[in-house]
């Protein structure tokens, strides 16, 4: 990790600010001054903001109830962002776990745990996602076949198929996929002719999103939850 990036964390400012401490040479890593930003800190360091020792913040999970209108991204110019919807001490320490489009909406789950977010996102590790679709005209059964068997994506040269395909009335479908490629729920659809007009996250593996959460509020998840996004809901 980057000494700016854990002065930061460690003590809850921008990156900038914490850069600013750095070169003010407020900062020492094993008892030595150290006045590069992009200097990085080796494990089980010492590192003292002006001679009192600072650590990161333990490890965080939290669930988020995405609305639409907002990007998955810790930062942006522009946009409003997901991490501009969580009021957390440490919530500049956070990453969005995969991502959502800026119009889809529901779970997203965000962490500063690298590796559990790996697990998460990684394809090899087929984490099912379940997501709630309304589509411009009805899903029919030859459609919903052809997604299971897998349709080719524009630009990809394997086939992407749903592990499962659920047909509901009014133009509703939910879908459940394991990979996390670019628009790709959209683009399945628009493979066999529809088009999704709405599109909502329900479930990540056997976690799904609280329904006490109104678009927009967020939660941290309990040491169980964390772990049910592992499980496999079909058990």
């Known amino acids: 990790m980057r ?8 003590l809850t400012l921008s990156r900038k600010q914490a850069q600013q401490f750095i070169r003010a040479k407020c900062i020492t890593v094993n008892g030595q001054i150290v006045t590069q930003a992009s200097t990085p800190v080796p494990d089980q360091a010492q590192v003292c903001c002006e001679d009192e020792i600072i650590r990161l913040p333990g490890a965080l999970y939290l669930m988020l109830h995405k609305p639409s209108g907002v990007i998955s991204a810790t930062e942006d110019p522009s946009q409003r962002t997901v991490l501009d919807l969580i009021q957390h001490p440490h919530v500049q320490t956070l990453h969005p776990v995969g991502r959502l489009d800026k119009d889809t909406t529901g779970l997203l789950l965000l962490t500063n745990e690298g590796q559990w977010s790996h697990r998460i996102s990684a394809p090899r590790q087929q984490v099912p996602k379940v997501y709630l679709a309304k589509l411009a005209e009805p899903l029919n059964r030859v ?8 349709v080719r994506l524009h630009g990809e040269t394997q086939l992407v198929a749903a592990s499962s395909i659920e047909m509901l009335p009014e133009h509703y479908a939910r879908l459940t996929i394991h990979e996390g490629k670019y628009h790709q729920v959209k683009r399945m659809f628009a493979a066999v002719g529809n088009r999704v007009e709405q599109l909502h996250r329900e479930r990540i593996g056997g976690l799904s999103l609280d329904p006490t959460l109104m678009a927009g509020e967020w939660r941290l998840l309990t040491e169980l939850e964390t772990q049910l996004v592992f499980a496999d809901p079909s058990a």
């Open 3 to 10: 000494l700016d990036q854990f002065v930061s964390q460690a």
């Open 143 to 150: 459609a919903a076949k052809q997604l299971e068997l897998g």
